[in-house]
Structures are given as C-alpha cells and as structure tokens.
C-alpha cells in the first residue's frame, strides 16, 4: 500500500529565506504527486501537482516542487518565504480519486 | 471557481447525540469525500461516493455513515456521537476529468463532550 512520509513536523524559516519541506512516499507505480496548503481555520489549497513529464514543477504563490523517482521524493520549495505562507503543508500520493494518501503536514512558522 | 461549501465551522456536542455534518459543491462533481483531520496523522478518508446514492468506504468508516441524495450534497452522520470522534472534518469533491486534483470545503470543528 502507498504511504506518504513528511520527516519535519514543524519547520521554523526567516523571513525572506529559502524553503525545503520534504517529501518521501513509498508506491508501486509511478504515483500522482500533490502538495496542499492548509492555512489557520481554512480548508486545503492545491499548490501543485506532478502526473508526468517536467519533474521540477511550478505551482500558486511562487512554490516548486521536483520529482526525483530514485529518492522517491517530492520536495516542495521556495526561494524566498513570505510572512504570508506560515500554514500547515500536506504532501499526497495518489493514483486515483479514492486511493489517496496524504502525509501528517509540515507547519510552517515564519519570523520576521 | 469551485466553491466547496459545508455547514458548520464549529459543532460542539454531547456524547451519544446523533450529528450530521452536510457539504455542498457548486460544479456538478462526480466524487465527493469525508476526511477526518487529526494532528500528526494527516486526512484520513471516511467514506467517498462516485455519484448520487453511491458509497464506498474509506479506511475509518466505523461509527460513521454516509447520504447522498443529490449530486451538489454530501452528509457524514455520526450515528450516536463518542469522545473519540473530536476532530476536523473535511469535505472535498473531484471532477473525474481533474484526476485527483480535490477541493476542499473549511472544515467543520466538532467536539463532542
């Protein structure tokens, strides 16, 4: 069965300072690839997805995330973080609409 | 944009009261889904439907079920509401042709007491 492992629980960046959340998943095949973006009090944001092709994927609000198959990982990044992207970030595997996984989040502080 | 829409933001109810939690989308999709969100352990999938009067269950069913009736709602019920069932719940819908891609609705905060 798949499975998605996030390794940071929580993650506290500068403002204006680079990003990494990582990502591994363990599937059978070669898995759909999302990461979702849950800010306080609201429900889950689509800020990329992967299916095929590119493995470096842009996605909303100046986030990428590349797909390395020998890692198995999915490693969302941003060059430079706003106070604005402190939130929770859940990366999901999938293959189809009901055989998704999500991973326990990575919560995202940012200092100013 | 698709509007994922669900009823309460926060529930508070007594143990053995029976609670249903209603989602509405408004872009005629196909699948429709029940997430419970509890820290560090992600969502996990309740129940998902695939079209009106259709259910299947997710990997936590017990102590929940699921209703149908038109294509735009989707209702979790808890049966006779336990301490254990404290959490988010999160309402997402998909259309097929997205593959995957799901909008979520804000969560509803229930705490039963």
């Known amino acids: 069965a798949q499975s998605v492992t996030q390794p940071d629980i929580h993650i506290t960046v500068s403002e204006g300072a680079s990003l990494e959340l990582r990502c591994n998943y363990s599937?059978?095949?070669?898995?759909?690839l999302f990461w979702y973006v849950q800010s306080p009090g609201q429900g889950l944001q689509l800020l990329l997805k992967?299916?095929?092709?590119?493995?470096l994927v842009q996605g909303i609000k100046g986030f990428e995330a590349e797909f390395k198959r020998s890692q198995s990982s999915f490693n969302l990044r941003k060059p430079s973080v706003h106070w604005s992207d402190a939130a929770e970030y859940f990366c999901?595997?999938?293959?189809?609409?009901?055989?998704?996984?999500f991973g326990a989040g990575t919560r995202l502080t940012v200092k100013p | 944009d698709v509007k994922v829409t669900q009823s309460s933001r926060y529930l508070v109810k007594r143990t053995g009261e029976k609670v249903f939690l209603e989602c509405v989308q408004d872009m005629d999709h196909e699948n429709m889904f029940w997430y419970r969100q509890d820290p560090g352990l992600g969502l996990r999938l309740i129940y998902f439907?695939?079209?009106?009067?259709?259910?299947e269950k997710g990997d936590i069913p017990e102590g929940y079920s699921v209703s149908r009736e038109k294509k735009e709602r989707f209702s979790l019920i808890l049966e006779s509401a336990s301490t254990n069932q404290t959490s988010m719940y999160l309402c997402a819908s998909t259309d097929s042709d997205l593959y995957n891609e799901q909008f979520f609705g804000p969560g509803t905060r229930l705490t039963v007491l």
């Open positions: 992967y299916f095929s092709g590119d493995t």
């Open positions: 439907s695939y079209d009106v009067k259709m259910k």
């Open positions: 599937y059978g095949a070669t898995p759909y």
């Open positions: 999901a595997v999938g293959a189809h609409e009901v055989d998704m996984r």
